[in-house]
């Protein structure tokens, strides 16, 4: 049950602090308090058990609530993504017919555009609410707490719609126990003393990662401290200010605090460092081992569809031969990899990573994709991978993301690999772009560290010394940076969508 964890908190650690937004602070006894009201008024507004309530804010101490509160009354999460355009939002708004849209300063300007597809609109800012809005803290004092509904085991949690990356977003349907699984499991896997610990949040939380980071603070008693969006000195001020503990960052977070870290800055409080939704290079693990070394590292494999798949404890980055590894499955799921015809491969073998647990109940209102991605009782995660004899896990790619030259198959994260090891080279994303002799070509797409500069036939005979030639970026463009997804994830199908015809390779 995801409230679960603040009803015990609330009762064993009443006065200790749960979450911290800028200025304000709340216990735990405050913020129940406030939650069993918020849900009285979401109940005031027409939520009822399975009633979908969107949020489409930036982070804070509110968005936190609402996280609580929404289950509380009975309904069921819609994180909006802060990433996306008006025409993704009303897309996903109209897809899932959300009736109760929450949204922040940054977004209230957007209602006007969306008026129509939702009946009530409730404001998270500070000051008066724009007109027709219903104002957060309003609904807080002039209700009165009501009753947990309870919700959990494989009732409703969340519906989160896939980033758009390939193709029109899919809206996934998640349980409690699927969600609440997935943060336990992360604690199981690695213990790091939790209680009483000070967790940033600075991953969004309409994404599963900040989402989650969030619900496991508050079910092992611990605070959030929250800002309202990554910046590299939003997180350094963050961890000075309150003594971090703990903190999750996707690989190109991690990358720019550490960067703007070389000035002095304090991290010391750093005890626990988890990363992951994004592959991380050789190079930047050591770089994070040389400014970090008294931080235990924890990387975890997840997705949206999946909540959690696979951790790598602090314990295994001390063997260099699993650094590449995504770890092994995590108490409450299986990890298996399949060849093209669903059998089974022998550790070694690259094929496609499948996991069988608690994990999604399916896409909202698409039964064949549903019962595609779930065949056999394994969700398909579309990732390629292998096992070792010992059942850790090692990604190779997107099976969409592979490349075929000249007959040859190519894996993108392999050619990126290789080019994070240039000293000009700050990021790239490699792709598949059409080539008329080879079907397709591999092509970079580069980010040059500032003062850095490299070319083609550079970066070729930088590879020439850790690739086979035909992995060797064939072109290369330069960009002042990538396009992410929410996860951090470099957006390749964007990325494609300059060298495909709109029918074409982009769309896979």
């Known amino acids: 049950m995801w409230t679960q964890g603040l009803h015990r908190a609330a009762q064993q650690y009443p006065d200790g602090v749960a979450t911290v937004f800028g200025e304000r602070r709340h216990t735990f006894r405050e913020q129940a308090g406030r939650v069993a009201r918020l849900a009285s008024g979401l109940r005031g507004l027409g939520v009822r058990d399975g009633t979908l309530v969107g949020v489409l804010a930036l982070n804070s101490d509110r968005f936190a609530d609402l996280l609580l509160a929404i289950p509380w009354a009975g309904g069921v999460f819609h994180p909006v993504s802060v990433r996306w355009g008006i025409n993704e939002i009303a897309y996903a708004l109209d897809d899932s017919v959300t009736g109760i849209l929450c949204v922040d300063d940054t977004f209230a300007p957007l209602i006007p555009a969306l008026s129509g597809r939702i009946r009530t609109v409730v404001h998270l800012g500070d000051g008066d609410p724009p007109d027709g809005m219903i104002a957060l803290e309003d609904l807080i004092r002039d209700a009165a707490p009501i009753e947990d509904a309870r919700r959990g085991g494989t009732d409703l949690a969340a519906l989160m719609y896939t980033g758009g990356t390939t193709g029109v977003p899919k809206g996934v349907l998640l349980s409690h126990e699927t969600l609440s699984g997935a943060a336990l499991a992360t604690e199981v896997a690695e213990p790091t003393g939790r209680a009483g610990s000070r967790t940033l949040i600075a991953s969004p939380m309409s994404h599963v990662s900040g989402m989650l980071a969030g619900l496991l603070q508050t079910m092992f008693a611990g605070t959030q401290v929250i800002i309202a969006e990554f910046t590299p000195g939003a997180v350094l001020d963050a961890v000075e200010r309150h003594r971090v503990s703990h903190l999750f960052l996707v690989p190109s977070m991690l990358r720019q605090v550490l960067h703007e870290a070389e000035a002095e800055r304090d991290l010391s409080s ?105 065949r056999g009782g394994w969700l398909h995660t579309g990732d390629a991978g292998y096992l070792d004899e010992n059942g850790y896990l090692f990604l190779v790619d997107r099976i969409k993301d592979m490349i075929v030259t000249g007959g040859d198959n190519v894996y993108s994260t392999e050619v990126e690999n290789a080019l994070a090891g240039h000293p000009a080279v700050a990021a790239s994303a490699v792709i598949a772009v059409p080539d008329d002799d080879l079907g397709e070509r591999v092509h970079a797409v580069v980010v040059l560290r500032p003062g850095g500069a490299t070319d083609l036939a550079d970066l070729r005979s930088h590879c020439a010394t850790l690739i086979a030639p035909y992995k060797w970026p064939r072109s290369c463009e330069f960009v002042e940076r990538l396009p992410l997804s929410p996860a951090g994830k470099p957006l390749k199908r964007q990325l494609r969508s300059a060298h495909w015809p709109a029918e074409g390779r982009q769309v896979n």
């Open 270 to 374: 750093i005890r626990h460092l988890m990363y992951g939704a994004a592959p991380i290079t050789e190079q930047l693990l050591g770089r994070v081992r040389a400014q970090l070394p008294h931080v235990a590292l924890q990387q975890v494999y997840a997705s949206t569809e999946m909540a959690l798949g696979t951790v790598l404890s602090s314990a295994d980055h001390a063997e260099k031969s699993l650094l590449r590894s995504a770890g092994r499955a995590v108490v409450n799921r299986e990890i298996r990899v399949e060849g093209p015809d669903g059998a089974v491969l022998p550790p070694g073998e690259i094929g496609e990573v499948a996991a069988r647990g608690p994990v999604m109940l399916g896409y909202r209102d698409r039964p064949e994709e549903t019962a595609y991605a779930l």
